[in-house]
């Protein structure tokens, strides 16, 4: 009843500039905080960055600085923009909302498909 479609990954060189975009599609009636995590080959999926639909952004320590998440309610559509790329950033990535559908009364955790991400240095 819910997808979440990232893009925008892709290759770029150490220093360079990605925006990965997550949309959210399905009979939605509210989203509530929005997340971005990544998952690199042989460690555990981490946080990224996450905002709540009307508070404050949280980030990693390892991407304060570099990464900025922000969100388009009118869309259902969550971005992360990630700027001066550092090859340790390579993983998958991942959206991550809690989302009510319509006709319902509590919000589910929902995840998408994961799109890479690869730094080379």
């Known amino acids: 009843q819910v997808q979440l479609v990232e893009s925008g990954g892709g290759l770029v060189q150490a220093g360079g500039s990605l925006r990965l975009s997550c949309a959210a599609s399905?009979?939605?009636?509210?989203?509530?905080?929005v997340g971005w995590y990544r998952q690199a080959p042989g460690k555990q999926r981490e946080l990224v960055a996450a905002i709540p639909h009307g508070g404050t952004t949280n980030y990693a320590d390892s991407v304060k600085g570099r990464f900025t998440i922000s969100r388009d309610n009118a869309k259902d559509t969550v971005y992360l923009q990630m700027n001066s790329l550092k090859p340790e950033d390579t993983a998958v990535y991942y959206c991550?909302?809690?989302?009510?559908?319509?006709?319902?009364?509590?919000?589910?955790?929902?995840w998408g498909q994961g799109t890479q991400v690869t730094v080379s240095s």
């Open positions: 399905g009979s939605i009636f509210s989203v509530d905080a």
């Open positions: 991550n909302a809690d989302i009510c559908l319509v006709g319902d009364y509590h919000f589910e955790n929902y």
